[in-house]
């Protein structure tokens, strides 16, 4: 960290001290951040919150929150160095109380909150599985190689109908999507938040 330049050497060691980043993860959120401010901003167009959203927002799904948590631990830095950059517009995920509740039964019966975002529309039908576990549906995880996993069939009716309300879902439809027929997952931070884990 010593050969840094400011406010890069400061920013590393915070996120050592108050975050308890790894030195590799550290790097990444240097090199995410720098990112997003260059893309962001230029000597004509000075840094926005309407900018950084835009930005990140126009990038690949699976790239968005890393970039995310990268600014947003740069923009806390900076105010608390009283030097604030535009904070990050929050992204709005509505979901209903009935879908939350259903997530939270899922949780419950032992599906990991993580395991969320990679379940799949793919139903394993088998027979003997219906007969053994009546109250229980199959959902692949991630790709057509993965494993079933066991949900509550109420909750998992629940989600179905309020991500997919003009039809069935195919099977590699996201179980919980960030909205109604998208093709996104709702993001970690936000079923956390939504259920309360680790908070």
Not at 46 to 66: D, F, K, N, Y
Request: glycine letters at 6%; a positive charge; one cysteine or more.
């Amino acid at each position: 960290m010593s050969r840094r330049k400011e406010p890069w050497a400061t920013y590393a060691k915070w996120l050592v001290d108050t975050r308890k980043l790894c030195p590799t993860t550290v790097a990444t959120y240097l090199t995410l951040v720098r990112r997003v401010i260059r893309h962001s901003s230029d000597a004509a167009n000075p840094l926005t919150a309407e900018r950084v959203g835009a930005w990140i927002e126009s990038l690949p799904a699976h790239h968005r929150s890393p970039h995310r948590a990268a600014y947003r631990a740069f923009a806390e830095w900076s105010a608390e160095v009283g030097h604030p950059i535009p904070s990050l517009p929050t992204t709005a995920v509505n979901v209903p109380g009935d879908v939350v509740d259903a997530l939270d039964a899922i949780v419950r019966s032992g599906i990991p909150i993580k395991l969320l975002g990679a379940l799949r529309w793919s139903v394993d039908a088998s027979p003997a599985k219906r007969a053994a576990f009546p109250d229980r549906i199959f959902l692949r995880v991630g790709g057509p190689t993965g494993d079933f996993a066991a949900l509550p069939a109420d909750a998992a009716a629940t989600l179905r109908a309020w991500a997919y309300p003009d039809g069935e879902p195919g099977p590699d439809s996201l179980l919980v999507p960030r909205a109604p027929g998208l093709a996104e997952p709702i993001p970690y931070t936000v079923l956390t938040r939504l259920l309360h884990v680790g908070r």
